[in-house]
């Protein structure tokens, strides 16, 4: 029986990590929205109408981090150095903002249940469907609950992956949405107080986004990925966001999104090993992804924080002084951003992350390739540059190299 393919260097996808500060963004929109920062009449039903599907960034976030770590995903590595090197990604960026968030509601006066705090310290929070808890502290770190669980079980299904046919692999890409879509009256047996937990929140739910990313970049590794370029794809994604936003109701939403950001995602990662043009890979676009991770942890803590402050929180501001407040919520959070991304991200990926002996240990000797390998940076450049990330600023595309024979399908 002839093998399944093996990748033995993964092209570094830039544009990914360039795709993630659109995502951050459109969070970042939905929550200015929610928080009724704006005011002015005019203006308000066009800032929740632009951004009523902004929400939607995070199962871009999932559905990107199940491609990247696929695409990524050393053969042969042991599950503790996947799972190092991850944890050495979300955590301390968590562990800063938890003890930030604490000292708010201290400020406060806020109250915090102590088992809840516990939970979210160690993201398990996603998995109790108690208002009190999932939301607890820094609210927005409910998703990397999620991711922990995805990191948790990557490692055990990559062997039945790459082992797998590719007529299973699109079946999964076909079963995600419709099992997506299939949650709202899937609801119903649900007790109502936990139907918004059991749709967004739950890990084993919002796992269907991650194992979509998981099987497109499966088949893209084996060139078997069959979808629009990135210009259709970006057509199709924002004909599906106005549509939706203006006619579809909301419970078709998140199935709707999750198949335009796979394509997306995937034409995207596309045009990088082909070496094709993009908007997404330029320096500035790679830098926004790979601090948006900081910028998603901080943004929600930044906004609530000054509104209450100024004594604004629930009643927004009026005229002019709404929008100018949402551009500097952005530039005071992008700022802070960085700083968590250089002084605490970087340097504890370096400390905590396994070394380059660890990581050599770990991996099996690679196949001799079918073609010619390319002159390009070390293996090390294919390391996630973001949670959910793909590459450093300077990378550039190079091509695949496989070995050995396709299974047929």
Known sequence: MTSAPTV???????????????????VFGFHAGTMGIVAEPHLKPLIDKAFSLGLSGVEFFFILSGFVLVWSYRDGERAWTFLRRRFAKIYPNHVVTFVAAVAIAAWFADPIVPWAAIANFFLVQAWIPLGGYFYSV???????SCELAFYLCLPLVVPWLRRARTGVLRTVLVAAPLLILALWPGQQLVPEEQRWWFTQIFPVTRSLEFWMGVAAAELMRRNRWRGPNLAVATGVFVTTWVVAALWIPAEFWAALLAVAYLLV?????????????????SRAMV??????????????????????LTGHWGTGLPGWRGPLAVLGFLVVTLALAAALHRWVEV?????????????????????VPAVPAPRGP??????PAADGGATSV??????????????PD
């Open 287 to 308: 830098w926004l992804g790979e601090v948006s991770f900081a910028f998603y942890l901080v943004h929600v803590l930044v906004m609530v924080t000054v509104l209450r």
């Open 378 to 383: 070390a293996e090390d450049a294919a390391t």
């Open 394 to 407: 300077d990378g550039r595309a190079e091509g695949i190299e496989y070995a050995g024979r396709r299974r």
């Open 138 to 144: 820094n609210n927005v770190s409910w998703s990397l």
């Open 347 to 367: 340097p504890m990926m370096r400390l905590l992350g396994p070394s380059r002996r660890a990581r050599a240990a770990s991996r099996v000797p690679a196949p």
């Open 265 to 281: 995602i995937a034409a995207a990662a596309d045009a990088d090993v082909r070496g094709r043009p993009t908007p997404w890979r």
């Open 8 to 26: 033995t260097r993964a092209p570094r996808l830039p544009s990914l990590t360039g795709l993630r500060w659109v995502a951050a963004l459109l």
